[in-house]
């Protein structure tokens, strides 16, 4: 195709991939520590493996995903040829020459024309496979659809529209009829004839002249004029879906599709959320389960995209979500254990956590919503001159060294005691503190007075 908008959209996709970091995860989170040599060995697979590394093998299994209808392929090569032994090499194969062979112990073939009856299939176990759109016709069992499969009759027309608007912007005569209105039969011959004298030679001083005749003569072509055929409407119709059998839009590979004034800001910004949702998310998926076919089952593999926007919400999300349980454990309609799972169910909640409340956040929590008032958050916390009583001065309990163990004392035991034990000692508390700062009011008040 002479304008490559379906090769822009599989290199951009395949770009955005390249930009996102990427690990591996264990799926059980309890097993970090214990898995943690062999996701450091599969990390620096993925790297470089001493014949690919994580950039070729991206945009050589994206190329073949986005391209052929087999997909792309990789052979594993595993430690004694064993289903469960550890990768120690990865070769990337020719996905144009790949089949489905419809056996499930040997899922996958290999031919080549120059050696067609050599044939090789591979095991189930050293093969990575994935392709777009998996087809459900009997007969293309094992075959997918990949984009170009898909748009095959939008690019024909743009590949087609751009010859023919390339073919009328030559230098060359347009097909037509030339009226020569009341010129004679005779005067018109004679014409043509010297008409095809002046276009041979190599005199480049050639200038055609009409005469006998009082009419203005007049070509009708039999084609529109290039003005006419308003071309930059039709290929942007065309190159937009094109660029929608990838999942994207032409803003994305830096085609505009306003020939009149461009697009707005908020528009741009909405198409590239909906290719994130569409083109880009299918890919990442895809990619993803092909490395899973090579790592362990307890291993997975993960790219790490940070969207800003999506990051906002899920926390706005919790926010929300918090606020609100907060005030049903509070009222007594639901439990905490209760609202941990419903928090769990929507999915705000990323890592792996079990489904019960740990015994000591329970008693953390117990204890914080049973005593709301401790001894040391005593007195009103109000500045004097606001009408509160301030802060407790550590000077009045340092003078009096028995109160100051019997509130130590007092500390310690105050959670294990009963709400109405808790309230009489809050009382008589206060009120004892509120008399020992009297006094030291009085006490400061008659020193001042001395002094002056």
Request: hydrophobic share 35%; with cysteine; charged share 30%.
């Amino acid at each position: 195709m002479r304008q490559p908008v379906a090769m822009d959209c599989r290199e951009t996709l395949i770009s955005n991939v390249l930009s996102l970091d990427w690990k591996i995860e264990p799926i059980d989170s309890e097993q970090r520590d214990e898995l943690k040599d062999t996701i450091k060995y599969y990390t620096k697979l993925f790297t470089y493996n001493g014949d690919y590394d994580y950039s070729e093998i991206i945009e050589w299994i994206g190329r073949d995903l986005l391209d052929l209808p087999f997909g792309g392929a990789a052979e594993v090569g595993r430690e004694g040829d064993d289903p469960t032994g550890k990768v120690l090499w990865i070769n990337l194969l020719d996905g144009g020459t790949l089949f489905p062979s419809l056996n499930q112990d040997y899922p996958v073939g290999q031919r080549i024309k120059e050696f067609a009856d050599a044939t090789v299939y591979f095991p189930y176990y050293a093969i990575a496979r994935v392709y777009m759109s998996p087809r459900t016709e009997i007969k293309r069992w094992g075959w997918g659809m990949p984009p170009p499969e898909k748009i095959y009759l939008a690019l024909e027309m743009l590949n087609r529209g751009d010859i023919y608007y390339a073919g009328l912007m030559l230098d060359t005569p347009q097909v037509g009829v030339l009226d020569l209105m009341d010129m004679s039969k005779d005067s018109a011959e004679k014409w043509i004839d010297s008409w095809k004298t002046l276009l041979g030679g190599v005199d480049p001083f050639k200038i055609p002249v009409l005469y006998e005749h009082e009419k203005k003569a007049e070509f009708i072509p039999f084609t529109r004029s290039p003005t006419e055929i308003m071309f930059d409407s039709a290929v942007a119709k065309y190159a937009a879906l094109v660029a929608s059998g990838y999942g994207m839009s032409l803003s994305d590979i830096g085609y505009s599709a306003k020939t009149n004034g461009g697009e707005t800001l908020a528009g741009t910004i909405r198409q590239e959320r909906q290719t994130r949702r569409t083109g880009l998310t299918r890919v990442k998926r895809k990619l993803e389960y092909f490395f899973d076919k090579i790592l362990p089952e307890e291993l997975y593999f993960k790219f790490i995209d940070l969207d800003d926007e999506q990051s906002v919400a899920k926390g706005r999300a919790r926010l929300a979500d918090a606020t609100a349980w907060a005030q049903y454990i509070d009222k007594g309609m639901f439990t905490a254990q209760e609202a941990r799972l419903q928090v769990m169910a929507d999915g705000l909640v990323t890592i792996s956590i079990p489904e019960e409340i740990p015994p000591e956040a329970a008693k953390a929590m117990k204890d914080k919503l049973a005593s709301p008032e401790r001894p040391s958050m005593l007195g009103r916390p109000i500045a004097p001159s606001s009408g509160g009583q301030g802060e407790v001065l550590q000077s009045l309990l340092d003078a009096d060294p028995e109160f100051r163990s019997f509130f130590t004392e007092l500390e310690e035991k105050f959670p294990g005691l009963g709400e109405d034990e808790q309230q009489n000692v809050l009382k008589e508390l206060k009120n004892y503190l509120e008399q020992m700062t009297n006094s030291a009011k009085l006490l400061d008040r008659e020193l001042y007075l001395d002094n002056n």
